[in-house]
């Protein structure tokens, strides 16, 4: 039984093939965190749920580990769930009220000891990746109003070390998903996004380890927040010796309004545990997302070209159909019109919430060009954006109210657009229609939905009073239904989550998109780092990477053909690149990349990932992937720049079978797997910018006496 009872002790202990977590129910009936960690024997090995410690000016109750902490009494740390009653007390007791186990999810019922308020706790088990889903219903039992102040969908207890290290993914536009880790003293390590998006300077994942842990050993528990909006995570160390990490939406301007017999309810967050280092840590991750979160998990992604850098604004019928020429010619499998086709839309100031075809660039629709897309053997792809809308555009001069503002303050553009206000019903139907009639009357495989700008001025006019501040989870929700209700409808279609690059990047949308843009950098090297920092959260199959100019706009460096096409073989491989500056030996290069991708492809999106030499260890990086039935690894190397002579280093692949045969498909040398991973592989990289990939397929061989 993953989940066994013990009923005496009011104690459940969430069993998965490595790891158990244990919660008990304390004298004075409150839910406490017992034990997280490698499995246990027997019942009296985990500790009771009375072992706080008291302190001069630190009560018990403030060296609680209760599950949901909530504010009330004497806890101090950060709230797992703070409300205010109608007579507008802000005290919150829980304790127990009863448990249900249904398969592999745990409820814990929980009510406030004078309050109308019932509060259940949900875990579900993912037991064969040692992964826990937390989250939190709360419901209004009584008969006056209840507002939430703070929710947060899990607390996640840690055992008690010396020294706590903290890793995490932040960066910026055009420099997502950067890998860092910190030391935590005493105090609050908060990563947030407060802006309505998942955002680009920080990401909802998380791991903590004791500052040891290295790639391949050593514990480490993790986790990520499965939501796109308004969150927080918060890595709270006391002075006595405890750490706690608190992950939820975000309390800053948030306040939902809870009526008689409503139900709010968190989002979901994931936490795991491993003793097998933050490789381990990442591909439970990776499995997890695989099967039972990313849309669409188990097909292979195409290889598409999208017209943006080619043709900018300046689409139109003749010149896309060039480029889906070439495209063809190259191999590529899915067609992709970018921003310009629709409104009066011939840049960024003009045209967003107008979905109709421009007539002057398309003048008998799309169909025409879907038509020429699919006879040459592809799919065909659009881009819309449509929570935004420019104030220049016909919708916006009837509908002014529709964005987010407040009455007689200005209107902050970004990117010359303004933000729809989501929450509204009407606003809700427009978009969803918008897309529905797009959709329906065309035939489009492929929905790249982008953001291009954070919340500003995020009044809600209207709204009905004590609602206002409930936008950040009401825009989230109401996305994730309009995306639902269209995937329904159309399941044929694939949906890519953009935000100017990484923006909504997260396990929340995860469940509706197929795919995520990463970054809109697109700079081979640079995108070392960015991959290197979402492989510790994300899956391979979900990072869209591009193939692009050979002097990057981002940087202005000049990189070679096969670099650029191998940093974006290790994810979903895209062209963005003008196809019609390739010379014809460019051209056949290419082509040459796309067959080769094709090749290793279920391995690179469906394989185990394996972390080899970090961007920033020397002047090699390098990835390997192997394939699920183990036949196969694919190992992909990287060499920044030459110094002195120096050869490359070696690179030593991980997770082969160590009495297993395998032949480097490029020069036949056949080594046992533990010989590939004991004397490395030795490459000829010179120079700047040179890169390979080894493929190592396992092959029947004698004995050779090893």
């Not at 010149?319 to 009066?344: I, S, Y």
Request: with cysteine; charged share 25%.
């Amino acid at each position: 039984m993953p989940i066994i009872s013990i009923p005496e002790r009011k104690t459940w202990v969430l069993r998965t093939h490595h790891a158990d977590y244990a919660i008990g129910v304390d004298e004075s009936g409150a839910l406490q965190h017992l034990y997280w960690g490698e499995r246990l024997s027997l019942p009296d090995d985990y500790p009771g749920g009375d072992c706080r410690q008291a302190w001069i000016w630190e009560s018990e109750d403030g060296n609680s580990r209760e599950e949901t902490m909530p504010w009330g009494k004497r806890n101090f740390t950060e709230p797992g769930l703070k409300v205010e009653f109608a007579d507008r007390t802000r005290d919150l007791v829980l304790h127990f009220a009863g448990a249900h186990i249904e398969n592999d999810t745990l409820r814990i019922e929980l009510l406030d000891v004078l309050k109308s308020l019932q509060v259940t706790v949900n875990y579900r088990l993912y037991d064969e990746f040692d992964l826990i889903e937390r989250s939190l219903e709360v419901k209004n039992t009584g008969e006056g109003a209840v507002h939430i102040e703070q929710v947060m969908s899990a607390i996640w207890h840690l055992p008690v070390y010396p020294s706590y290290r903290l890793t995490y993914l932040t960066g910026h536009w055009g420099a997502e998903t950067q890998l860092r880790r910190e030391m935590l003293q005493e105090g609050k390590k908060v990563i947030e996004a407060r802006r309505g998006i998942t955002g680009h300077n920080n990401n909802p994942f998380f791991a903590v380890d004791f500052g040891e842990t290295t790639e391949e050993c050593g514990l480490v528990y993790f986790g990520g927040l499965a939501f796109s909006g308004h969150w927080k995570i918060v890595a709270e160390r006391t002075p006595y010796q405890t750490l706690q990490i608190a992950a939820g939406i975000h309390d800053f301007d948030f306040r939902w309004l809870l009526e008689a017999g409503e139900t709010f309810v968190s989002p979901v967050c994931v936490g795991g545990f491993t003793a097998r280092g933050f490789g381990d840590a990442s591909r439970k991750l990776h499995n997890y997302q695989q099967k039972h979160v990313l849309r669409n998990g188990g097909q292979l992604r195409k290889i598409l070209y999208n017209s943006w850098e080619a043709t900018y604004f300046d689409v139109n019928e003749e010149n896309q159909k060039r480029l889906a020429e070439k495209a063809a010619r190259l191999g590529v499998e899915r067609f992709v019109v970018d921003d310009g086709w629709f409104g009066k839309r011939n840049g960024d100031k003009a045209g967003l919430g107008d979905w109709y075809v421009n007539r002057t660039k398309f003048p008998n629709g799309l169909k025409p060009l879907i038509d020429y897309v699919t006879t040459l053997g592809m799919d065909f792809g659009i881009w819309v954006e449509p929570e935004m809308v420019n104030p220049d555009s016909e919708l916006y001069r009837k509908h002014p109210d529709w964005v987010y503002h407040f009455p007689d303050r200005p209107r902050s553009e970004g990117r010359n657009q303004l933000v729809l206000n989501l929450a509204r019903d009407d606003v809700q139907a427009f978009v969803y229609h918008a897309v529905d009639e797009l959709l329906s009357a065309h035939s489009i495989s492929f929905i790249k939905w982008d953001m291009n700008r954070y919340f500003s001025e995020p009044g809600w006019p209207g709204a009905e009073a004590g609602r206002e501040r409930e936008i950040w989870v009401r825009h989230v929700n109401a996305l994730y239904d309009i995306w639902r209700r269209l995937q329904e409808k159309h399941p044929q279609v694939q949906f890519e989550s953009c935000a100017g690059g990484g923006g909504r990047v997260d396990m929340g949308i995860m469940r509706f998109a197929d795919q995520f843009w990463t970054s809109d950098n697109t700079d081979a090297l640079d995108r070392l780092r960015i991959q290197w920092g979402y492989s510790h959260a994300y899956n391979s199959k979900s990072m869209v990477c591009w193939v692009t100019e050979t002097v990057n706009y981002m940087n202005g460096r000049r990189i070679p053909l096969k670099f650029r096409f191998h940093s974006a073989m290790m994810g979903t491989l895209g062209i963005g690149m003008n196809l019609n500056h390739l010379t014809p030996q460019e051209m056949e290069e290419a082509a040459g990349y796309i067959a080769q991708y094709k090749q290793i492809r279920p391995v690179v999106q469906e394989g185990l990932c394996y972390r080899l030499s970090p961007p920033e260890q020397s002047d090699l990086t390098s990835m390997q992937y192997i394939g699920r039935d183990g036949q196969e690894a694919v190992v992909f190397v990287f060499r920044h720049a030459q110094q002195f002579g120096h050869p490359a280093l070696p690179v030593r692949p991980r997770g082969l079978d160590p009495l297993t045969w395998y032949c480097n498909e490029e020069t036949g040398e056949v080594h046992s797997g533990q010989g590939w991973m004991s004397r490395g592989i030795q490459l000829e990289l010179k120079g700047d910018y040179d890169s390979a990939i080894i493929r190592l397929i396992q092959v029947e061989g004698e004995d050779k006496g090893v």
